[in-house]
């Protein structure tokens, strides 16, 4: 499911009240997805070469996937996704968040240390990964305010 980050769909912040307001729907939905365990922290770098770049965050270099381009079979860029490991507490990653809120980073992952959940949160909002129905239909319900009103969910 998807959650927007700040009320009537808008996509980017633009004063500190509204980072807050961006900051507090992440993070309501992410203690509520991992509040007293541990996360991995996924985050890529793109490159158009095979080579592994360093990872300002610490993180480890977990895997590099090669993406085709549908418009050019012969071109191909890299993801290197680093992964860190930490326990999860209301408000640590809100430095990244904020980062991902302005577009300046893209294609991060939360999630549980069993795959099962994941968040991916991006400008605008986080689109959200639960492991049944039930879970997910609590979630949308405690959130509804959220939710897109564009048909579709988008």
């Not at 998807?2 to 307001?21: N, Q, V, W």
Request: glycine residues 8%; contains cysteine.
């Amino acid at each position: 499911m998807r959650f927007h980050s700040l009320p009537e769909s808008k996509r980017y912040a633009e004063d500190e009240a509204e980072y807050a307001t961006v900051l507090g729907r992440y993070n309501a939905v992410l203690d509520e997805l991992f509040a007293g365990g541990e996360v991995y922290v996924i985050t890529p770098a793109f490159t158009a070469s095979p080579d592994v770049p360093s990872h300002q965050s610490g993180a480890d270099h977990w895997q590099t996937l090669v993406v085709q381009e549908d418009f050019d079979p012969e071109f191909r860029s890299y993801a290197h996704l680093f992964v860190v490991r930490r326990a999860w507490q209301h408000g640590c990653l809100d430095g990244l968040l904020r980062e991902v809120a302005d577009d300046q980073v893209a294609g991060v992952l939360v999630t549980d240390l069993q795959l099962l959940r994941l968040h991916h949160p991006y400008d605008g909002g986080a689109d959200v990964f639960l492991p049944t129905t039930e879970e997910r239909d609590r979630l949308r319900e405690r959130h509804a305010g959220w939710l897109s009103r564009y048909p579709g969910g988008l």
